[in-house]
């Protein structure tokens, strides 16, 4: 079991900057790659970042591209979504959650696979 709390979010006008973190107790973190993931009111939750066990790896959704910067520190047990340039259209709650893999290089677009999941954190960006 893997627990997971996300943290950081808040109101911010559009431009703006945000840190959410993902703070993670239980079992060992480092087998899981982590993923970040939004839900607008009325939309389908989607993926907006993953990172791989190592940390080397990391993918992100078109849309947030050269804006979101994802990481991770094992030591810590947290993975942190560095979010810049935020837009109103970013408005969400973000969820982080962790995906089992043996692989240390994997990294995981698809929600589907991901095991363990937060509560969520809301992020609001004013125009």
């Known amino acids: 079991q893997v627990q997971l709390v996300e943290s950081g979010g808040g109101l911010v006008q559009a431009g703006g900057s945000l840190r959410l973190s993902c703070a993670a107790s239980g079992r060992t973190f480092s087998n899981y790659a982590v993923g970040w993931f939004r839900q607008a009111p009325g939309k389908e939750r989607e993926f907006v970042a993953t990172?791989?066990?190592?940390?080397?790896?990391?993918d992100y959704v078109d849309s947030v591209k050269g804006r979101f910067t994802i990481s991770r520190d094992n030591g810590k047990n947290t993975v942190s979504l560095q979010m810049s340039s935020l837009k109103p259209e970013d408005t969400a709650l973000y969820y982080c959650?962790?995906?089992?893999?043996?692989?240390?290089?994997?990294?995981?677009?698809?929600?589907?696979?991901?095991?363990?999941w937060g509560q969520g954190t809301q992020v609001t960006v004013s125009s």
């Open positions: 959650a962790a995906y089992p893999t043996t692989s240390i290089e994997k990294v995981a677009t698809d929600l589907n696979g991901y095991v363990y």
């Open positions: 990172i791989s066990r190592s940390g080397t790896n990391t």
